[in-house]
């Protein structure tokens, strides 16, 4: 009996430590002028996302996920803007819980914040969508 209680015990652990790295359906993220905190996340393919977005920054911020296999290069101008998958905008002080739906191509998103000069500043990040099982 005790054994197995054991067993069950190293299994939870053992399921619990495996999922501290893997893709997670809630997006905890913070804003400051000018970076996201943390900058990479990992997301299950076509699951709906719940996005926890505080801005502690003095100014507005967006989280802008790109369409696959775009990005907005050396600086977030018009010409991004029909590359965008999905964004999310925070104004200063703020925070926001707001859900998109994972993209279902597994892969490599990239992520910034679409306002004037941000990205120069730093503000970039990455989503990365791993197939659901
Ligand atoms: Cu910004």
Known sequence: MNKILF???GLTLFLSACGAGGPTTTINITMTDFMFEPKEFT??????ITVNATNNGAVLHEFVIFKFG???GEKFGDEDEE???WEVEVGPGQSSTVTFTAPTEPGEYSVTCGIE?????GMNGKLTVVAGE
């Open 83 to 85: 590359n965008i998958f």
């Open 117 to 121: 000069g941000h990205l120069e500043a």
């Open 43 to 48: 997301v299950p393919a076509g699951r709906e």
């Open 7 to 9: 067993v069950l015990l």
């Open 70 to 72: 775009t990005d907005a």
